[in-house]
């Protein structure tokens, strides 16, 4: 009977653990975009030579330097995606890109990815240049979640359920959004968007 119930227990946990993580835009309820499902990038246009590739619901690189750069603009939004690095990647989320053509951290926000990064201050969960994370999370080896949400000039990030960033910041009011390849291997899935106009 207590084997009966451990199973029962395991399983009930494991539905409830599924059912919590949202894999589309009809999870994450209305006005969600899927911007990337694992099958196109239509969404996007690459800049930079990074070899980007599809496979398994996944868009990876593993050599090169670019950026895949959303077609449309974003102001005020928020936006939730998975990502897995090893130890030395080198990645990041840019956000309200100013110039789509050349993007840099100092033209958008950057949200970090880059655990091994020389000068720890915008390691992974902070925004370059804006605010470092409030906790240190290790990203390399796993999968991860980023929610990211930029209304007005209020910042906010999210690292794995745990808040990394609350920040003001108004440097940069709406532009494309900009997933990033620059070092390692680098690995998006589930990327989505929503307006908050």
Not at 184 to 190: E, K, P, S, W
Request: proline share 3%; hydrophobic share 40%.
């Amino acid at each position: 009977m207590k084997s009966f119930s451990a199973v029962a227990l395991g399983l009930l946990v494991f539905c409830f653990v599924s059912v919590s993580v949202p894999s589309s835009a009809a999870a994450q309820g209305s006005g969600w975009t899927t911007l990337f499902d694992g099958s196109s990038l239509a969404a996007f246009d690459a800049i930079g030579d990074a070899n980007w590739e599809l496979a398994d619901g996944i868009v990876s690189a593993d050599s090169g330097s670019g950026f895949l750069v959303t077609k449309s603009s974003w102001g005020n939004f928020e936006m939730t995606l998975e990502f897995w690095v090893d130890e030395p990647a080198n990645s990041g989320i840019f956000i309200r890109c100013a110039d789509p053509s050349t993007v840099r951290d100092t033209n958008s926000y950057e949200v970090n990815i880059y655990d091994t990064r020389a000068d720890q201050t915008y390691r992974t969960g902070g925004i370059v240049h804006i605010a470092a994370p409030a906790s240190v999370i290790n990203s390399g080896g796993h999968w991860n979640s980023y929610r990211i949400r930029a209304e007005g000039s209020r910042l906010r990030v999210t690292l794995n359920g745990i808040e990394t960033v609350d920040a003001r910041d108004d440097q940069f009011a709406q532009g494309p959004i900009a997933l990033q390849y620059a070092a390692g291997t680098v690995r998006f899935r589930n990327v989505l968007v929503r307006s908050l106009d």
